[in-house]
């Protein structure tokens, strides 16, 4: 977990006022960064007709989210996601990302992790409130815009995923709600080379 000095910034950057609408300006070189999403993960074959991706032709997980985050205040987040086996038995996840606040200012980047499934089976069957999944890893920011300009970030993640609803339940077809916590600083010191290619046949 990437943790920002006590020093570093006191009085270098506006903190929210607990206002969602107000702006928030970013000054300091370094900066910490924490927000929380809630967020509605489905896979990317049952999208709505005419589904327009960001970054990839064919992810796996589409995941759109809500919440809030320092100097972003109320915000959205996006995210094209991928699962693959790590070849230990586990599961891998990366995807790209993009933070929304609502003045129109961004900020994207990408994720690796890990993601872990519960098992379920005939002695003990899914149910609404279940733990689906959870998982955690390293974020980074690769650019931003308006009030992000020029900077660039990274930090640690972790999220766990519940099941909401059951609509089918032979065929595993869950609705998901996530819970999804980012926590790490937004530097403006320098420039981070940030060109990852996670898509399957590379980016659209």
Known sequence: MIMLLASCAKDEYTEPLGNDSQEITVRAPVVPFKATYTTHPFPYEVAPPGFQTLWCENPYLIIPGE???????????YSESFVFPDGEGG????????????????LEG??????????????????VG???????????IC???TRFEGYTG???YNYYVEIVEIIDLE???????????????????????????LCPNGPE
């Open 130 to 140: 279940d733990v689906f999944g959870s998982g955690y890893g390293d974020y980074f």
């Open 143 to 145: 650019k931003g815009t």
């Open 171 to 197: 065929n595993e077809d869950f609705i998901l709600e996530g819970y999804l916590d980012f926590d790490g600083t937004l530097d403006k010191r320098g420039e981070m080379i940030c060109e990852p290619d």
């Open 67 to 77: 919440g809030k985050g320092t100097h972003m205040g109320k915000s959205t987040w």
């Open 154 to 156: 990274t930090g640690t």
């Open 110 to 127: 990408y994720y690796v992790g890990e993601i872990f499934f519960e098992v379920f089976g005939p002695e003990n069957p899914p149910q």
């Open 91 to 106: 599961f891998n996840q990366n995807g790209y990302q993009l933070f929304s606040a609502a003045d129109g200012s961004t």
